[in-house]
């Protein structure tokens, strides 16, 4: 597709309980980001590929958080035993490699 | 360490007046400098980047900013606003080479019609 593209847009989950954020990156983009925003904040970083490898991921605040982008395109950033304080929009980027990035819609959680 | 400041939470400016949006940044070299702006339920924009040269960038809506080295700042400037413009505006700063930005807490701005 023409930009980055994240699924779902929203997510309800119950305190406790895993969830799975997707992003598509732009064809090509060798690097791909996840940043947190919580509610007015400006992102923050939470990790950092390029292609599959994830070179960066001191920004993830718990080991519950993991990301991965096993064939260098897509990524998934999965949340375990979901809690309060991660209730957040999660943006997506990519960048052709570390130049300008490009950010998708994002995904908002909130956790009940 | 690298930081970026907005010192404005809040703008209200009447459409067809000026904006100026505020921004300060901390890093030690000539780092790389980005305006984006967010629609409420939307990601972010890029409107300008800053990497070198010209120390005064155009970029996208009409919008400009001015680096200004001896004041660490980014300044990001519209002559004359829209009420389409009533959004939020996030500074951000990359160190040259690297992969990570930050960026600041935004600043809401809002038109009167």
């Known amino acids: 597709g023409a930009g980055v593209s994240q699924s779902p847009r929203y997510k309800v989950a119950k305190r406790g309980q895993d969830v799975a954020l997707r992003c598509d990156p732009i064809s090509g983009h060798v690097s791909l980001f996840w940043y947190q925003q919580a509610l007015g904040q400006g992102p923050e970083f939470l990790t950092y590929f390029q292609n599959e490898a994830q070179l960066d991921k001191s920004g993830l605040p718990s080991d519950r958080f993991f990301a991965e982008r096993p064939e260098g395109s897509v990524s998934t950033l999965k949340i375990q035993r979901t809690q309060q304080e991660d209730s957040a929009v999660y943006l997506c980027a990519s960048s052709l490699y570390t130049g300008t990035q490009y950010f998708g819609p994002g995904t908002r959680l909130t956790v009940l | 360490a690298q930081s970026v400041t907005q010192p404005d939470i809040h703008i209200t400016v009447s459409e067809g007046a000026s904006l100026e949006l505020r921004c300060n940044y901390s890093?030690?070299?000539?780092?790389?400098l980005f305006w984006y702006v967010q629609s409420p339920g939307q990601g972010l924009q890029l409107l300008l980047k800053?990497?070198?040269?010209?120390?005064l960038v155009q970029g996208i809506k009409g919008f400009e900013a001015e680096f200004k080295r001896s004041q660490s700042s980014f300044n990001l400037r519209k002559p004359s606003v829209h009420w389409s413009d009533a959004a939020e505006y996030f500074c951000?700063?990359?160190?040259?080479?690297?992969?990570?930005?930050?960026f600041g807490t935004g600043t809401r701005l809002k038109v009167l019609a």
């Open positions: 800053y990497f070198s040269g010209d120390t």
């Open positions: 890093y030690g070299a000539t780092p790389y």
């Open positions: 951000a700063v990359g160190a040259s080479g690297t992969y990570k930005y930050i």
